[in-house]
């Protein structure tokens, strides 16, 4: 059960997530899973990646309503994830929220200058990740999926 801060939303609020589409890149399974298992909670569906090009092969199939991406992964790392994801025209709308535990002005700066939407600190709590996913869908999206 999510406790609230004065101020937060009411858990009410936050079970209009309930069929929110939301992919999360990742290469840390502990993160991929807790993220799995908060987004399940408030029912979510959850579509998961290991590194930006799992993510880049699965995105149009599931063509998520948000993204949450690491920053530091093999291969391809979160900014070049997250500017792939935004020259898409397809998906240039679609929030893209990095992940990362440093957090340091520069890696913000260099997040909103690839497109990221917003900058989430690991490790999240459940609270901030779905507060997160709250803030970013508009009011008309969370009503379609209730």
């Known amino acids: 059960m999510l406790k609230n801060a004065p101020g937060d939303r009411e858990l009410t609020d936050l079970s209009r997530l309930r069929g929110v589409r939301v992919m999360v890149i990742d290469d840390s399974n502990t993160i991929r899973r ?3 298992i908060f987004l399940g909670q408030a029912g979510c569906q959850v579509v998961l990646a290991e590194d930006g090009f799992d993510a880049l092969a699965k995105i ?3 063509q998520p ?3 949450f991406c690491d920053i530091m ?3 391809l790392d979160g900014y070049q994830t997250c500017a792939l994801i935004k020259k898409n025209a ?3 709308t679609t929030p893209v929220i990095m992940l990362s535990s440093k957090d340091g002005l520069f890696d913000r ?6 497109g990221s939407d917003q ?3 690991k490790p999240f709590t459940k609270d901030s990740l779905l507060q997160t996913v709250a803030s970013f869908l508009p009011v008309s999206e969370l009503a379609t999926h209730s």
């Open 34 to 36: 807790s993220a799995e």
């Open 60 to 62: 149009a199939d599931h």
């Open 65 to 67: 309503s948000l993204v």
């Open 73 to 75: 992964m093999p291969r």
């Open 90 to 92: 397809r998906f240039r």
């Open 109 to 114: 700066a260099r997040g909103r200058m690839v």
């Open 119 to 121: 900058y989430l600190t």
